[in-house]
C-alpha cells in the first residue's frame, strides 16, 4: 500500500486527529524536504520553525501542540517518536528476497528448513541445523551443524552463528555478527598459555537485534544469554557466560567481560566496559566510556573510571578542572609563607 488516508494513521498510532481524515499521506520525511502529502513529525518544539515553513499538510506531535500549529491538519499522541516508529513501518520494510534456496548455497540433507525460507548465494547451512518458517538467510551466512533459529528471523550477509547456538523468533543478526565463537580462556602454565575449551553454547531469545560486527562468544561449558527483547549497537563484545537479561540496550563499542550478568531494563553508554564476574542490577544506567569493576545496585546511575554514582563522578570532575587555579593558589601560599619566614 502506497498511501494511507490520515485518519487511518490516527488509529495506528492511537492519537486523536484535529483536521481531515480522509486527506491522503504518500510518505513520511523530514520537514526540509516534505511535500504537500508527506506527514511530518514535531519531536522537540525547538524544531517549530522548521515544521511550521515545511510544505507537509499533516503533522504528528506530542500533545497540547495543536494550537502552534494552526494551518496543519495534527496528530496528537502521547510519545511522537514511538509513532514515527509504527507509522514508518507502514511505509516501509526490509527487503526481504523471495523463498527458496539459491542454487549457489550449501544446504545440508540432514538440516530442516520451515515453510518460506529464504537461502541466499554461498550460504552454508550445516548438519541438524533448523530454520524457522520465514526466516531470511541473506548471502554468504554460516550456520553450524545443530543450530536452532526461529521463524521470522532476518539474518544478515557474512554473519556466522556457530555449532550448536540458539537464536529465537523475529531476531535481527546485522552483517558481520558473529555467534558462538570461542571464549578467551587460557591458562598459564609457566611456559605457554594452555587454551581452555568452550563448549557451551549461546542462546539469543526472542525479539533481539544485534548490531554490524557485534561478537557473543559461547560460554566454557554452560551458555551465554542475550534475554528477548535486547537491542545491541554494532562493534560490541560479549564475552563468554554472559548473561543480559531482556530489554537491555547496549551502545556501541561496549565490551562486556566473561560471566558478568546485567539485569533486565539495564542501559549501557557507547564505549562502556564491564569486568569480569560483575553484577549490574536490573534498572540500572552505565554512562558512555564508564569502567564498572564493581556490583551496580538496581536502578543506579554510574559513571567515570573506575565508575562510581554518578554526581560523585559529576563532582570529582568539578574539583579536577579547578585544579590549576587551586594549584597556583598554594603556590602563591607557599610564596607568601617563605617571604614571612625570612622577615
Not at 531476531?171 to 558481520?176: D, E, N, R, Y
Request: net charge neutral; glycine share 12%.
Amino acid at each position: 500500500m502506497s498511501f494511507f488516508r490520515l485518519g487511518e494513521l490516527a488509529g495506528i498510532i492511537g492519537g486523536h486527529l484535529f483536521g481531515d481524515p480522509d486527506f491522503v499521506v504518500r510518505g513520511v520525511q523530514e520537514p526540509q524536504r516534505a511535500e504537500e502529502e508527506d506527514l511530518i513529525f514535531l519531536f522537540d518544539v525547538r524544531a517549530l520553525p522548521e515544521v511550521l515553513s515545511s510544505r507537509a499538510k499533516a503533522v504528528v506531535a506530542g500533545k497540547g501542540c495543536r494550537e502552534y500549529l494552526p494551518e496543519k491538519y495534527v496528530i496528537e499522541v502521547d510519545h511522537p517518536r514511538i509513532a514515527f516508529a509504527r507509522i514508518l513501518a507502514r511505509f516501509s520494510s526490509p527487503f526481504r528476497p523471495p523463498s527458496g534456496v539459491h542454487p549457489l548455497a550449501f544446504v545440508h540433507p540432514r538440516a530442516r528448513l520451515g515453510v518460506g525460507v529464504s537461502v541466499g548465494a554461498f550460504s552454508v547451512i550445516e548438519e541438524d541445523a533448523s530454520i524457522g518458517d520465514r526466516t531470511c538467510i541473506f548471502p554468504q551466512v554460516y550456520i553450524g551443524k545443530g543450530v536452532q533459529i526461529g521463524a521470522d528471523c532476518l539474518i544478515y550477509p557474512q554473519v556466522v552463528v556457530r555449532e550448536y547456538c540458539t537464536v529465537g523468533n523475529r531476531v535481527i543478526l546485522h552483517s558481520g555478527v558473529v555467534v558462538g565463537a570461542d571464549g578467551f580462556g587460557y591458562e598459564w602454565t609457566g611456559e605457554r598459555y594452555e587454551k581452555i575449551p568452550h563448549v557451551g553454547t549461546v542462546v539469543i531469545e526472542d525479539d533481539v537485534e544485534i548490531g554490524a560486527n557485534t561478537t557473543v562468544d559461547r560460554g566454557t561449558l554452560g551458555c551465554t544469554r542475550i534475554g528477548r527483547g535486547t537491542k545491541i549497537d554494532n562493534l560490541v563484545m560479549v564475552a563468554h557466560n554472559v548473561r543480559i537479561g531482556d530489554h537491555v540496550i547496549i551502545v556501541a563499542q561496549s565490551g562486556i567481560a566473561g560471566s558478568s550478568i546485567l539485569e533486565d531494563g539495564v542501559v549501557m553508554g557507547g564505549q562502556a566496559g564491564v569486568t569480569d564476574h560483575c553484577w549490574v542490577g536490573k534498572g540500572a544506567r552505565i554512562a558512555a566510556r564508564a569502567g564498572v569493576t564493581a556490583k551496580v545496585p538496581p536502578g543506579e546511575m554510574v559513571s567515570g573510571f573506575p565508575a562510581q554514582e554518578h554526581h560523585k563522578e559529576l563532582r570529582e570532575r568539578a574539583l579536577i578542572r579547578r585544579l590549576p587555579k587551586m594549584w597556583q593558589k598554594i603556590e602563591e601560599l607557599e610564596e607568601r609563607i617563605r617571604k614571612l619566614l625570612k622577615e
